[in-house]
């Protein structure tokens, strides 16, 4: 029962908080929804990362990579992450992070753009 603490994972929301401000939460996990089920993360450098877990709180989620990186992601589709995600500006994938191949080519694949993947 996770979605007890108010922390919950978007898989699961808990009644109240679907009941009580749909319309927000909805709006809100949009983003994150799409971090959850890609569970990849583009830094700043241009680099990929897996995703080992995500843990949203309203409209912020706090991110934890496989190479233990640890950060608070705010929720925005107009973030730089959201843009990179959508766009596919990233570079590489983190060699530490050990991305599979499958789930790259999968993003590449899911997502529309012929910038990515063409290079590859
Ligand atoms: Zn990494």
Redesign the pocket.
């Known amino acids: 029962m996770a979605a007890k603490s108010g922390v919950a994972l978007v898989a699961d929301p808990s009644p109240e908080a679907a009941g009580k401000k749909k319309k927000y939460y909805r709006k809100n996990v949009e983003f994150f929804k799409l971090l959850e089920k890609i569970k990849l993360w583009p830094s700043r450098s241009g680099?990929l990362?897996?995703i080992k877990s995500i843990k949203i709180t309203g409209d912020i989620a706090e991110v934890v990579?496989?190479?233990d990186?640890k950060f608070i992601v705010w929720n925005s589709r107009t973030s730089r992450a959201a843009r990179w995600l959508r766009n596919k500006w990233c570079v590489c994938a983190?060699k530490?992070?050990k991305i599979p191949a499958w789930k790259l080519e999968k993003y590449t694949s899911t997502m529309m753009t012929q910038k990515w993947g063409s290079n590859l």
């Open positions: 680099m990362h897996g990579t496989h190479c990186e983190c530490k992070c």
